[in-house]
């Protein structure tokens, strides 16, 4: 009788235990970050200025901060890396990266609709002389990481040519570290090398 009792308990805890989780899922997906969402979450986190993080720092990248366009930027806390600010009453994040540099480039974030957010995109005017758009990946994204794919609708995207083809930014340290990769395409595959970079809030 004892087994019984105890095997009956033990199967309760379970079922208690699962209804939990499936409760807890339920909660999770009702709380599911919105595009707007992750569109002010990014304007929230990312604005402001950015300094180029130390060489040690510069971890898992494949060799961009080593540039000598941008090697005077390392570990230099007055030097802006990368700035990020609203403009159109709040409607668009401009991104300002490596400025005043010969690698200067510039990323525009834009809801589709800021009355009707359903899609954020981005376009990145690259030092390759071209400009290629994005789509935010909502299921890659979270509150302190934002990814967005290469928009596979537009020619470049789908193109062999060589461009940025993946963007992540990944945020460390209480929001004051952020890890931003821009992962390069050519002859329709990712290329070993990638502008990837490391940056302190100033």
Not at 7 to 25: D, I, K, R, Y
Not at 50 to 69: F, V, Y
Not at 80 to 106: C, F, H, W
Not at 151 to 179: G, P, R, V, W, Y
Request: net charge neutral.
């Amino acid at each position: 009788m004892k087994k019984i009792l105890l095997f009956l308990t033990v199967v309760g805890a379970m079922a208690f235990t699962a209804v939990q989780a499936t409760e807890e899922l339920k909660k999770v997906e009702a709380e599911k970050m919105t595009v707007m969402d992750a569109y002010n979450g990014m304007s929230m986190i990312l604005s402001g200025t950015w300094s180029l993080s130390k060489e040690s720092e510069q971890i898992d990248t494949t060799g961009a901060h080593k540039n000598k366009a941008i090697a005077h930027l390392l570990g230099n806390s007055d030097a802006i890396g990368t700035q990020y600010k609203l403009i159109g009453r709040g409607a668009t994040l401009q991104e300002s990266l490596l400025p005043n540099t010969k690698k200067t480039m510039v990323t525009m974030y834009h809801c589709n609709s800021y009355k009707n957010c359903t899609q954020l995109k981005a376009t990145h005017y690259c030092a390759k002389k071209n400009q290629p758009e994005f789509l935010l990946n909502l299921e890659e994204t979270t509150q302190d990481k934002f990814v967005f794919d290469c928009d596979m609708s537009t020619e470049l995207c789908q193109s062999a040519d060589d461009h940025i083809h993946k963007m992540i930014f990944e945020l460390s340290d209480n929001d004051n570290h952020l890890k931003a990769s821009y992962l390069a395409w050519k002859d329709k595959k990712l290329r070993d090398k990638h502008s990837i970079y490391h940056f302190d809030r100033m």
